[in-house]
């Protein structure tokens, strides 16, 4: 028999074992260690999905419906706490000391030569990855490596040791 956990943002971790559960849910990163186990055919799995679907979901009203009701024309800008910024452009961007931002995050060595991978999506906000050496932080919250998480406008995402804060600005077309 299979087992699961249920994380709060609505995804459902299954494992085999009892004790094999991941760190992180794979899903938005959050640490499921707290969570209770259940057995993966156990009834109320489903309806506690559909209660964390809809209190994340209300959470995020405010961010969610900014992200999809403004025009398209939108540029992602990772603003460094040195008040230097990244543009991202809209293709997405992997960045590092060697690649978008090498020129601003040259004072931090600590920031990996390749660090995050941001890809811009159309109505659902921007998604990154870590591919750093020493991790990336969103909002205080250590993200799971190669594990694409979706972020809000205005989220705080550390690069290691230094803090940025993704924004939005809008262009006018
Ligand atoms: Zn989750």
Redesign the pocket.
């Known amino acids: 028999m299979a087992f699961c956990k249920v ?3 609505g ?1 459902k971790i299954v494992f085999e074992r009892r004790s094999s559960f991941p760190d992180n ?1 794979p ?2 990163g ?1 640490r499921i260690i707290d969570f209770l186990i259940y057995a993966e055919d156990d009834p109320c799995v489903e309806q506690l999905m559909k209660n964390f679907v809809k209190t994340e979901s209300s959470e995020n009203t405010t961010k969610d419906v900014s992200i999809i009701s403004l025009p398209h024309k939108k540029k992602y800008v990772l603003r460094l706490s040195t008040g230097k910024e990244i543009e991202i452009p809209d293709e997405g961007c992997i960045i590092g000391r060697t690649e978008t931002g090498a020129e601003e995050l040259a004072d931090f060595p600590s920031v990996s030569r390749q660090h995050l991978r941001v890809t811009p999506r159309r109505n659902i906000g921007i998604l990154i990855e870590d591919i750093s050496t020493y991790g990336t932080l969103v909002d205080g919250q250590r993200i799971v490596k190669y594990s694409p998480v979706r972020v809000a406008e205005e989220s705080k995402i550390t690069l290691c040791d230094i803090e940025a804060v993704l924004t939005v600005k809008e262009e006018n077309d």
């Open positions: 994380c709060i943002c995804k849910c899903s938005c959050r």
